[in-house]
């Protein structure tokens, strides 16, 4: 009985691995936990090794190929054994055979994901997933080398409503429309169609809020060193204005990194917790909201992230953002001291399963550990997170964390 | 140089001429020596008497194509200064509103068909401008000018070739100032002239003495008269000096200094100046229009200065007659 | 409508506007007592006499030189090189002089001649009398570059290629001119600057040009029965370029390729596919693909001549590889 070799996941997030070199040959004995072939992922190499014993009878996917997860790369069996025609590779002279024939429906589809972890998609796939509010991440392609096109998305985002709409069906939401009494435009209403984005926006905190229950919690952090420590750096970097935001992406990126469970997604029946920490900057535009990314912001320095910030919310509010620059958050930080607002529930950006609300920084009378009442610069943080991955005392602690980083910066070395 | 053949007008007319394309030139040294105009500026001092004889020779109707030492001929052929000058300093004002510059000057009206920044390329395009002629049924005769060095392009042959087969009304008009830039004639050439080549052609083909206006306006004539009858086409070389290097800021090292030396004496504006005087002409009259002549320059120089440089949106127009925006857009 | 040849549409496109204007002169090597090889201009020097048909010495550059004079002088000259190759010796008064002309006189001077010129692979004459040289020209600001395809464009396009007043490079391909078809009755003209869709497709634009028209149909039909649909967009001319006919069909079908058959390596289709890149990159759903001779100099044997230039085939194999079916 032959035993198929398929393309292992190596990680949550792989979706296809590259051969890199077969160690054991067509026709060579192995035994249990014999290398068969190195492998490589984005972010890793491996060796797969065999799980039985027997004869190599078959190496289908050869080096420098990639192969999807599950994907078949080789057939080991017993010695002289007539491999299953299903299973045998494909001849050249069948697939010539296959290519005369005028295709079905569906072309072969690949994931969309260069070696270096880029996301291919065609320039109008990409336009449309905007418009369309699609996430290009997980989707496959079906254009030339794996390439997303425009049909992939067109697919992915009936795929996307036809989900909605068995969610809503399942969970039976009321829509505002049909909750809130019908509306007639009168006089001088202005009456204006909803844009794509308002649309999207909509689909998505609808979504959030029926999908992940969300739990918030706040607490009020006194930010005495935090402001100093900013007036401190601007006074000596004239070129650069560090933001709240901006220490609060490189203060919340430390605290992930000790609470990774705060940075991960949920999937169906399973959390991926993400090994990057990316972190989503809500900025706010006149015709609505959206968040640039600042990657691996756990490994950058303050100044980075400032330098990046600044230019996301540049691009962000000329709508010049890439899809890149908008997608793969694993947290997100919404900042509304600006707007001299204390504390709110912010909705969850999902897939991720947990976002930072932050206020104002306000001067207050506060006592202190010597019973004295002094004043002080106080801030509260509010944190929802999705109570489905997330537990209260872990996002307690989290916050914990965050808020002893502010109280004292010099804690994030320690 | 022959007395009294001359009436007193024309000889001033020849005399003129050369000192206003001696006068523009200076001009130019200078202001190239200010750094005040771009690009690269062939002079012609020294060969002035070819420019004024040979399109003395000319009816007004009639065409030239001149060489990219061309601004003798052109002033010659009627070009005004002032416009010329202006387009030598890129101004808008210019023959060309600032988009030839000094090998591109043109005046159709006046029958000047253009400078050349190629060498040999205007003669050919003579050659098509008497075609012209001869299809229209017109009697203008079409002069190509060209250095020594040209007349070893191959389209010098071609053209030649083509004009005497068909008769067609041209007159070859060679300015032999011995160098291509540095080259000397003789040292890849086997003839002595290059008129003697017309006998390949089976045409007339004279060299003449191309520092005295009178004696290049004499042969020219002739050729002109034998092309405006039907006759077809000459060869008319003027042996000249270019006294300056190829264009400003060449110190010309290649030529030896007797050569030199020796031409220098046989400056066509001081003979032609003693000429005037030996044939009774007083000197007061010359100054006098030396004096007209200078401040004629002067104003041009003036007029040139004066004028805008093109704007930036003139670069995309005149590159089409038809459809210009689309065909420069892609 | 009637069936005439390409060489003949062309003859008829010359003798009207011969007819119409006597400022329309021809020129070049074996035009006149022999009416030229492709009989194009058979008869008409009996008719229009010697000096409008001119049978000029083996004189390229001379010549063409000559049809720049005259045509500075208000002559149309129609002048014919016998194969585009020989531009190689006589490229100055194309490209420096009657390019060059309106622009380096302010626009005080015209220089509206054509040049009519065969050009194209297949026919078997190797290395320099088989190339295509329209890029040699596009290159060139001042010149208009038209390369017809069909009869009825043939004939349109040299009447408003004579009519227009800048010089106008006319690339005819040698093995179109035994091409019978359907033309229109009577005198018509064709703008330049104006593509024709010769088949309308949704899923993939070819562009094209000249004979590879007839080879983009063929690919065109082929892929229609394993359900692509292509369109085949002919540019006629070069310069101008219709460049709404392009978008309007990229932004449709959103795939393109581009097919000529001068080689590869700084062809036109590399200047399309830039433009395509840049202006319409969002409408995009592949790269734009070329598919143009290989980088090799014309061969002789019919082998190596077919293996050098594409054919319907290379175009399907293309059209397939962007679209990945």
Redesign the interface.
């Known amino acids: 009985m032959a035993t198929e070799v398929i393309m292992p996941q190596l990680g949550l997030t792989m979706e296809e691995g590259t051969i890199v070199n077969w160690i054991k040959q067509e026709g060579d004995k192995v035994n249990i936990g014999d290398v068969l072939v190195e492998i490589s992922t984005d972010k890793l190499s491996s060796e797969i090794e065999s799980e039985v014993e027997g004869i190599l009878l078959k190496i289908v996917a050869n080096e420098g190929e990639d192969i999807p997860v599950k994907g078949l790369i080789a057939i080991i069996g017993e010695e002289g054994e007539s491999i299953d025609a299903s299973a045998a590779p494909k001849t050249v002279e069948d697939i010539k055979d296959e290519e005369a024939v005028p295709k079905a429906a569906e072309a072969p589809k690949a994931a969309a994901v260069t070696e270096t972890g880029r996301i291919k998609a065609s320039p109008l796939a990409k336009k449309t997933a905007v418009d369309l509010g699609v996430d290009l991440i997980g989707l496959s392609g079906s254009g030339t080398g794996g390439r997303i096109i425009q049909k992939d998305v067109f697919e992915a985002s009936e795929n996307h409503e036809a989900q909605t709409a068995v969610q809503k069906a399942e969970s039976e939401p009321t829509p505002a429309a049909v909750l809130a009494p019908a509306v007639q435009a009168a006089g001088a209403d202005i009456v204006k169609p909803l844009t794509n984005m308002r649309k999207v926006i909509g689909k998505r905190m609808q979504a959030s809020k029926q999908i992940a229950p969300h739990v918030t919690i706040t607490t009020e952090v006194n930010v005495n060193k935090t402001v100093a420590l900013r007036n401190k750096l601007n006074s000596k970097n004239a070129d650069v204005r560090f933001s709240y935001t901006d220490i609060l992406v490189k203060m919340a990126a430390a605290a992930l990194r000790s609470y990774p469970i705060i940075n991960s997604s949920i999937t169906e029946d399973s959390f991926i917790i993400h090994d990057r920490v990316n972190i989503g900057i809500a900025v706010a535009l006149d015709e609505g909201l959206i968040v640039p990314v600042v990657r691996d912001a756990d490994r950058k320095g303050l100044k980075s992230i400032t330098a990046e910030t600044k230019e996301l919310i540049t691009k962000a509010r000329a709508n010049t953002l890439l899809p890149d620059e908008m997608s793969e958050a694993t947290f997100t930080i919404s900042n509304l001291g600006g707007y001299d607002i204390d504390g709110f529930t912010p909705v969850i950006n999902l897939p991720e399963c947990a976002i930072l609300g932050v206020g104002r920084i306000v001067r207050k009378p506060v006592i202190n550990e010597n019973d004295e009442i002094v004043p002080a610069s106080m801030m509260v943080l509010s944190l929802s997170f999705d109570h489905r991955v997330v537990d209260g005392a872990t996002a307690a602690e989290f916050l914990k964390k965050l808020k002893g980083y502010l109280e004292d910066p010099d804690n994030m070395y320690v | 140089m022959e007395n009294k053949k001359y009436s007193k007008e024309m000889l001033f007319d020849f005399y003129q001429t050369m000192i206003r394309i001696r006068y523009f030139e200076l001009k130019l040294t200078e202001y190239f020596t200010k750094g005040m105009l771009y690009g690269n500026i062939h002079t012609s001092i020294g060969q002035e008497a070819v420019a004024a004889g040979a399109n003395k020779a000319l009816e007004k109707t009639d065409?030239i194509?001149a060489t990219h030492r061309g601004h003798g001929q052109i002033i010659a052929k009627g070009a005004d200064t002032k416009i010329m000058m202006a387009e030598l300093f890129g101004k808008s004002t210019?023959?060309?509103?600032?988009?030839?510059g000094s090998m591109?000057v043109?005046?159709?009206s006046l029958g000047i068909?253009?400078a050349?920044?190629?060498v040999g390329?205007g003669?050919?395009?003579?050659?098509?401008?008497?075609?012209?002629?001869?299809?229209?049924g017109t009697n203008e005769v079409?002069m190509a000018i060209f250095g020594d060095a040209a007349s070893n392009q191959?389209?010098f042959?071609?053209?030649v070739?083509?004009s005497a087969?068909w008769k067609l009304p041209v007159v070859f008009l060679c300015e032999n100032n011995s160098y291509g830039v540095s080259v000397n004639i003789h040292t890849v050439t086997n003839t002595d002239t290059i008129a003697e080549r017309a006998k390949a052609y089976n045409i007339p083909g004279v060299t003449v003495d191309g520092n005295d206006p009178i004696a290049v306006y004499e042969e020219v004539k002739k050729a002109v008269e034998y092309a405006r009858k039907g006759n077809g086409p000459s060869i008319v070389e003027c042996m000249t000096w270019r006294v300056r290097g190829h264009y400003e800021g060449d110190r010309a090292l290649y030529r030896s200094k007797e050569v030199e030396e020796g031409w220098s004496k046989k400056d066509p504006i001081d003979n032609f100046r003693n000429h005037l005087l030996k044939e009774g002409i007083e000197e007061h009259e010359i100054v006098s229009i030396e004096e007209i002549t200078k401040k004629e320059i002067d104003d041009a120089i003036q007029f040139a200065l004066d004028s805008p440089l093109p704007d930036y949106s003139e670069v995309t127009?005149?590159?089409?007659?038809?459809?210009n925006g689309?065909?420069?857009?892609? | 409508m009637k069936k005439i040849t390409v060489s003949k549409a062309i003859s008829e496109g010359l003798h009207e506007e011969m007819l119409r204007d006597e400022?329309v002169?021809i020129l070049g090597e074996d035009v006149g007592e022999m009416g030229n090889v492709f009989a194009i201009t058979q008869g008409f020097q009996e008719e229009f006499g010697a000096?409008?048909v001119i049978d000029?010495?083996i004189?390229e550059?001379?010549?063409?030189?000559?049809?720049?004079?005259?045509?500075?002088?208000?002559?149309r000259?129609v002048v014919e090189l016998m194969y585009v190759d020989f531009i190689g010796?006589s490229m100055?008064?194309i490209m420096?002089?009657a390019a060059k002309?309106?622009?380096?006189?302010?626009?005080?001077?015209?220089v509206?001649m054509v040049l009519r010129a065969p050009q194209g692979s297949g026919r078997r004459n190797a290395g320099q009398h088989s190339q295509n040289l329209e890029t040699f020209f596009t290159h060139i600001?001042?010149l208009?570059v038209v390369c017809p395809s069909t009869a009825k464009d043939a004939k349109g396009l040299i009447k408003a290629a004579i009519r227009?007043?800048?010089p106008v490079v006319f690339l005819e391909h040698r093995l179109l001119y035994a091409k019978k078809e359907e033309i229109p009755e009577g005198e018509y003209i064709i703008p330049?600057?104006k593509a024709d869709i010769k088949r309308e497709g949704k899923d993939i634009t070819i562009i094209t040009w000249s004979r590879q028209v007839y080879f983009a149909l063929e690919a065109a039909a082929e892929l229609a029965k394993e359900g692509i649909d292509a369109e085949v967009l002919d540019l006629r001319s070069l310069?101008?370029?219709d460049?709404e006919a392009i978008r309007e069909s990229v932004c449709k079908t959103h795939n393109v390729v581009i097919v000529h058959e001068g080689v590869k390596r700084s062809g036109f289709g590399g200047e399309l596919s830039a433009?395509i890149t840049e202006e319409l990159f969002d409408e995009l759903d592949s790269p734009v693909e070329r598919v143009a001779a290989l980088n090799v100099v014309p061969p002789f044997a019919p082998t190596l001549e077919d293996a050098f230039f594409p054919h319907p085939e290379d175009i399907v194999k293309a059209v397939k590889k962007v679209l990945n079916k």
Request: with cysteine; aromatic share 6%.
């Open positions: 065409f194509t210019g023959y060309c509103k600032g988009k030839g591109h043109a005046d159709v068909l253009g050349n920044g190629i390329a003669i050919p395009i003579a050659v098509g401008s008497a075609l012209a002629s001869k299809i229209k079409s191959g389209v042959h071609e053209a070739n083509m087969a127009t005149d590159v089409y007659s038809d459809d689309r065909c420069v857009a892609r | 400022n002169i000096h409008r000029t010495p004189s550059a001379g010549f063409l030189g000559m049809s720049v004079g005259a045509a500075m002088r208000g002559i000259p010796v100055d008064p420096n002089q002309m309106r622009y380096m006189t302010g626009g005080q001077v015209s509206p600001p001042g208009k227009d007043d800048d330049l600057g310069v101008p370029l460049w433009q």
